[in-house]
């Protein structure tokens, strides 16, 4: 069931949707699942009011425009302080970021360490360490991006990040309830809708849906409202702080929470290492690395806990604009191709 309703105006803004960007219209919606991990639980309606997305992922294109425009250092690129990290060895004290290294065997998938790597020199050019770079992945996913990279694109780019209530509805694309971003079927007739992992993972990856890392952010079909890759590809980093469940669903439809913004920094915290005192993000969307052996998070509902200094091979993001930043966005794109 589809519980979207438009307002007034809806159609005039998606005539003049920014560019690259697709209008969501506002709605009310079954947030979360009951039926897969404790973090996403329990089902509650919210209500959002409509925005504008980036009908893809943030690309290495796009990435590159905004560091060229800005002389912009990532996170990945600087070298980690001694005084920020106490705890770390001196020799790990450089920069890089994580790298999924697929294990040559079997190994016990309660320890991530056995596929995650620590790279040195990894970063958003050179995505697999300092002997790889992106030629040919102009169109891919940027990956490597910290939350404050993320937030800082979205500043240059006259834009935001999405909350973790507007992301899941853009995600789900109209289909309210939906195990999937196109259905309940994860691969209707045989046929791959997103970028996952096929296999037993990490050390099997057949690849069934034609990649073994990220791909171009249009190589899989999109969802109802036109979004490419919500699901899959890449981990989708959100503004909302982490909290390790959801509130319960609303008693009378006139008590469903509007636009909500997700919990309190000082609840986001990792409470199984209390000595790190780095709060997390919300990211959403599963990626490439999600399989049904271990991650069965390529599902709007998934969630997952991101500490806002890390960056992965696997975690990138993309922009919403909210209706009046939406609409001047919109009339600079307009006015530039009136004038051609």
Same mark, same amino acid.
């Given at each position: 069931?589809n519980?979207?309703?438009?307002?007034?105006?809806?159609?005039?803004?998606?005539?003049?949707?920014p560019? !690259?960007? =697709?209008?969501?219209?506002?709605?009310?919606?079954?947030?979360?699942?009951?039926?897969?991990?404790?973090?996403?639980?329990? =089902?509650?309606?919210?209500?959002?009011?409509?925005?504008?997305?980036?009908? #893809?992922?943030?690309?290495?294109?796009?990435?590159?425009?905004?560091?060229?425009?800005?002389?912009? =250092?990532?996170?990945?690129?600087?070298t980690?302080?001694?005084?920020?990290?106490?705890?770390?060895?001196?020799?790990?004290?450089?920069?890089?970021?994580?790298?999924f290294?697929?294990?040559?065997?079997?190994?016990?998938?309660?320890?991530?360490?056995?596929?995650?790597?620590f790279?040195?020199?990894?970063?958003?050019?050179?995505?697999?360490?300092?002997?790889?770079?992106?030629?040919?992945?102009?169109?891919?996913?940027?990956?490597?991006?910290?939350?404050?990279?993320?937030?800082?694109?979205?500043?240059?780019?006259?834009?935001?990040?999405?909350?973790?209530?507007?992301?899941?509805?853009?995600?789900?694309?109209?289909?309210?309830?939906?195990?999937?971003?196109w259905?309940?079927?994860? #691969?209707?007739?045989?046929?791959?809708?997103?970028?996952?992992?096929?296999?037993?993972?990490?050390?099997?990856?057949?690849?069934?849906?034609g990649?073994?890392?990220?791909?171009?952010?249009?190589?899989?079909?999109?969802? !109802?409202?036109?979004?490419?890759?919500?699901? !899959?590809?890449?981990?989708?980093?959100?503004?909302?702080?982490?909290?390790?469940?959801?509130?319960?669903?609303?008693?009378?439809?006139?008590?469903?929470?509007?636009?909500?913004?997700?919990?309190?920094?000082?609840?986001?915290?990792?409470? /199984?290492?209390?000595?790190?005192?780095?709060?997390?993000?919300?990211?959403?969307?599963?990626?490439?690395?999600?399989?049904?052996?271990?991650?069965?998070?390529? /599902?709007?509902?998934?969630?997952?806990?991101?500490?806002?200094?890390?960056?992965?091979?696997? =975690?990138?993001? /993309?922009?919403?604009?909210?209706?009046?930043?939406?609409?001047?966005?919109?009339?600079?794109?307009?006015?530039?191709?009136? /004038?051609?």
């Amino acid at each position: 069931m589809n519980f979207t309703s438009t307002k007034p105006g809806s159609a005039q803004a998606v005539e003049r949707s920014p560019e !690259g960007m =697709v209008y969501i219209p506002d709605g009310t919606f079954r947030m979360g699942s009951d039926r897969h991990y404790p973090e996403e639980a329990p =089902v509650h309606r919210v209500t959002v009011d409509g925005f504008w997305m980036d009908r #893809t992922p943030v690309t290495n294109r796009q990435f590159r425009e905004f560091i060229n425009a800005t002389g912009y =250092v990532t996170f990945a690129e600087l070298t980690p302080k001694a005084e920020d990290y106490p705890n770390a060895l001196p020799h790990m004290l450089k920069a890089g970021s994580l790298v999924f290294t697929p294990p040559k065997e079997a190994v016990d998938l309660r320890y991530w360490g056995e596929w995650w790597t620590f790279a040195f020199g990894a970063n958003w050019r050179r995505p697999y360490g300092r002997h790889s770079n992106i030629r040919g992945l102009d169109d891919h996913p940027v990956v490597h991006v910290a939350y404050r990279d993320v937030e800082a694109y979205a500043k240059w780019a006259g834009k935001e990040l999405p909350t973790e209530s507007e992301w899941e509805f853009a995600a789900r694309g109209g289909l309210d309830g939906a195990e999937f971003a196109w259905g309940n079927e994860l #691969t209707p007739g045989g046929k791959h809708m997103a970028n996952t992992w096929q296999g037993d993972f990490p050390c099997q990856n057949l690849a069934g849906d034609g990649f073994e890392r990220t791909s171009p952010v249009t190589a899989f079909p999109a969802n !109802g409202y036109g979004l490419h890759d919500t699901i !899959g590809n890449v981990w989708e980093w959100t503004a909302d702080w982490y909290s390790p469940k959801h509130e319960a669903d609303a008693p009378k439809a006139c008590c469903i929470p509007e636009n909500p913004r997700g919990g309190p920094e000082a609840a986001s915290y990792d409470p /199984r290492d209390p000595k790190i005192r780095i709060p997390r993000k919300v990211l959403k969307g599963g990626s490439h690395l999600c399989a049904p052996n271990y991650c069965r998070r390529y /599902r709007p509902a998934a969630r997952h806990a991101e500490q806002v200094d890390t960056s992965a091979s696997h =975690v990138g993001f /993309r922009c919403i604009s909210r209706m009046s930043i939406a609409s001047e966005l919109s009339d600079a794109y307009f006015s530039r191709h009136d /004038r051609r």
